[in-house]
C-alpha cells in the first residue's frame, strides 16, 4: 500500500515548519507523496483516484488542525494523524519560535518521522530498476513518438483549434491515436479539450486491460462535464502517461503531446479504415464547431 502525506501550511509557526519537514523526510525516506493542502481544498478531483488507492498520514503544526480538517471532507483512508504542539507537550520540551529549524526542531522531526515509519510499518523508498517493465509479463519496448510540427488550424468566432496534419488519425469522438511501430498513444484532440475547459482530473485505463476499438479507454473531468475517452484503436494498455494524472491541465497546455495511454496495437489494419486523417478531420471540427 502506499502512502499520502498531508502537512500542515502554516509556516507562521515553528510548529508548521516542523510538520512541513516530516512532510519532506517522509517523502524522501519511504516514498510518501506529498499532497498539496491547495490543490486538495480547490480541484479535490487530482487526488479522487490516489486518495482512494493509497493510506494517508496527516501532519499538523497545531491545535488548529487545519490539514485534519481539510482530510476530513474526503474519504481518504487516514493511516496516521500527528499534532507537533501535541508531541512537544508530551517530551515536556519547548520548541524555539524560529522558523528556521535549529538542530532541536530538526531533531524533533527526525523522531516523529521515525515513529510514523515505525507505527505504520513503512518500508524505505525503493528505486525502481533502470528498465523496470510497466504492463504485466511484458517487456517495455522503446518506441519513438515525434510531437507533431504542422498543424491545420480551423478558425471559428474567437477560437483557433490546431490538428496536425500528419501522423495522427481521429475517430468521430474526438480521440486521436499516434501510431510508431506497433504501438499507439491516444489521447484527446484540441477542440475537445477547449470544450471541456479547464482539466482537473485524468483516469486512464489499468496496465495490461485489453481495449477493443470504440472502448472506453480511460476518462477526463474538466471543471464543466466529465468526457470518456472513446478508443480509435484496438490493442493492450502497456503503458499510462502519469504525468497527466499528476498535472491534468498539461492536456490543455499541449493536447496532442499529453497523451492518456499507449497500446501495443492488435488489429491496425481493420481500425484504420474508421478513422479519418488530420485534413479530414479539420473538416469535421469546421462542421462541429459551426453547430455549436
Same mark, same amino acid.
Given at each position: 500500500?502506499?502512502?499520502?502525506i498531508l502537512?500542515?501550511t502554516g509556516l507562521?509557526k515553528?510548529e508548521?515548519?516542523?510538520?512541513?519537514?516530516v512532510a519532506?523526510?517522509l517523502?524522501e525516506e519511504?516514498?510518501a507523496?506529498?499532497?498539496?493542502?491547495?490543490?486538495l481544498?480547490r480541484?479535490p478531483a487530482?487526488?479522487k483516484k490516489k486518495l482512494?488507492?493509497?493510506?494517508?498520514?496527516?501532519v499538523?503544526?497545531c491545535?488548529?488542525q487545519?490539514a485534519?480538517k481539510?482530510a476530513?471532507t474526503?474519504?481518504?483512508?487516514?493511516?496516521?494523524?500527528?499534532?507537533?504542539s501535541?508531541?512537544?507537550?508530551r517530551?515536556e520540551?519547548?520548541l524555539?519560535p524560529e522558523?528556521?529549524l535549529g538542530?532541536?526542531?530538526l531533531?524533533?522531526?527526525?523522531?516523529i518521522?521515525?515513529?510514523?515509519?515505525?507505527?505504520?510499518a513503512?518500508?524505505p523508498?525503493?528505486?525502481?530498476?533502470?528498465?523496470?517493465?510497466q504492463a504485466?509479463?511484458?517487456?517495455?519496448?522503446k518506441v519513438e &513518438?515525434?510531437?507533431p510540427?504542422d498543424?491545420?488550424?480551423?478558425v471559428?468566432?474567437k477560437?483557433? &483549434?490546431?490538428i496536425?496534419?500528419t501522423?495522427y488519425?481521429?475517430n468521430?469522438?474526438d480521440?486521436w491515436?499516434q501510431v510508431?511501430?506497433?504501438?499507439?498513444?491516444?489521447?484527446?484532440?484540441d477542440?475537445?479539450q477547449?470544450?471541456?475547459?479547464?482539466i482537473?482530473?485524468?483516469?486512464p485505463?489499468?496496465?495490461?486491460?485489453?481495449?477493443e476499438? &470504440?472502448?472506453?479507454?480511460?476518462?477526463?473531468?474538466?471543471?464543466k462535464?466529465?468526457?470518456?475517452?472513446?478508443s480509435?484503436?484496438s490493442g493492450t494498455?502497456v503503458r499510462?502517461?502519469e504525468?497527466?494524472q499528476?498535472?491534468?491541465?498539461?492536456i490543455?497546455e499541449?493536447?496532442?503531446?499529453a497523451w492518456?495511454?499507449?497500446?501495443e496495437l492488435?488489429?491496425w489494419e481493420?481500425?484504420?479504415?474508421?478513422?479519418?486523417?488530420?485534413?479530414?478531420?479539420a473538416?469535421e471540427?469546421?462542421?462541429?464547431a459551426?453547430e455549436?
Amino acid at each position: 500500500m502506499s502512502y499520502l502525506i498531508l502537512a500542515c501550511t502554516g509556516l507562521d509557526k515553528s510548529e508548521g515548519s516542523v510538520a512541513r519537514e516530516v512532510a519532506i523526510r517522509l517523502a524522501e525516506e519511504a516514498g510518501a507523496e506529498i499532497v498539496c493542502p491547495v490543490v486538495l481544498n480547490r480541484t479535490p478531483a487530482r487526488y479522487k483516484k490516489k486518495l482512494a488507492d493509497s493510506l494517508l498520514i496527516v501532519v499538523d503544526g497545531c491545535a488548529s488542525q487545519c490539514a485534519g480538517k481539510l482530510a476530513a471532507t474526503t474519504k481518504a483512508k487516514v493511516a496516521d494523524k500527528v499534532i507537533v504542539s501535541d508531541v512537544v507537550k508530551r517530551s515536556e520540551g519547548a520548541l524555539a519560535p524560529e522558523l528556521r529549524l535549529g538542530p532541536d526542531a530538526l531533531e524533533l522531526a527526525r523522531k516523529i518521522v521515525e515513529e510514523i515509519k515505525a507505527g505504520q510499518a513503512v518500508p524505505p523508498k525503493q528505486e525502481p530498476a533502470a528498465e523496470e517493465a510497466q504492463a504485466p509479463s511484458q517487456a517495455l519496448a522503446k518506441v519513438e &513518438f515525434e510531437c507533431p510540427s504542422d498543424f491545420t488550424v480551423v478558425v471559428h468566432d474567437k477560437y483557433e &483549434f490546431r490538428i496536425p496534419s500528419t501522423g495522427y488519425s481521429f475517430n468521430a469522438n474526438d480521440v486521436w491515436a499516434q501510431v510508431a511501430g506497433t504501438r499507439a498513444r491516444v489521447g484527446i484532440s484540441d477542440y475537445m479539450q477547449q470544450r471541456l475547459t479547464d482539466i482537473t482530473y485524468v483516469d486512464p485505463p489499468k496496465l495490461g486491460a485489453t481495449i477493443e476499438q &470504440f472502448d472506453e479507454v480511460g476518462t477526463v473531468e474538466s471543471t464543466k462535464a466529465t468526457f470518456e475517452v472513446v478508443s480509435p484503436v484496438s490493442g493492450t494498455v502497456v503503458r499510462v502517461n502519469e504525468a497527466v494524472q499528476d498535472v491534468p491541465e498539461s492536456i490543455n497546455e499541449s493536447p496532442y503531446g499529453a497523451w492518456i495511454a499507449e497500446l501495443e496495437l492488435s488489429s491496425w489494419e481493420e481500425d484504420r479504415e474508421l478513422l479519418i486523417d488530420g485534413p479530414a478531420y479539420a473538416l469535421e471540427v469546421e462542421r462541429k464547431a459551426a453547430e455549436d
